[in-house]
Nanobody, 126 residues
Framework: AQQLMESGGGSVQSGGSLRLSCLVSGDTASGYSMGWFRQGPDNEREGVAAIATGGSTTYLDSVKGRFTLSKDNAKNTLYLQMNSLKPEDTGMYYC????????????????????WGQGTQVTVSS
């Protein structure tokens, strides 16, 4: 079974940067749709970015131009580079994966993924 392990979270000031990593173990990442979702203080889950098996990426509107998603299949690792961070980006960030293709219009929905990691906390102070 596939396991996902996130790392790279932390506390930064507004305008700072962080890079999150998600290591896939137990299988190869190349055959999976993957992405990140976050859960803020209101406990709502919000898909942030996703990458299809073919490599195309989708982003939440509020992070476009600031976040970049990439996947290194050789390292079995998914990355989320987050720049120009804002306090509203604060939350627990979870890696998600599904061994299937997901339609673009719903690729940011966490419910479409059946593998989740344990999460890494991101805190942005003003």
């Amino acid at each position: 079974a596939q396991q996902l392990m996130e790392s790279g979270g932390g506390s930064v000031q507004s305008g700072g940067s962080l890079r999150l990593s998600c290591l896939v173990s137990g299988d190869t990442a190349s055959g999976y749709s993957m992405g990140w979702f976050r859960q803020g203080p209101d406990n709502e889950r919000e898909g942030v970015a996703a990458i299809a098996t073919g490599g195309s990426t989708t982003y939440l509107d509020s992070v476009k131009g600031r976040f970049t998603l990439s996947k290194d299949n050789a390292k079995n690792t998914l990355y989320l580079q987050m720049n120009s961070l804002k306090p509203e980006d604060t939350g627990m960030y979870y890696c998600m994966a599904a061994r299937t293709s997901i339609d673009t219009w719903r690729t940011l929905r966490p419910s479409m993924y059946n593998y989740w990691g344990q999460g890494t906390q991101v805190t942005v102070s003003s």
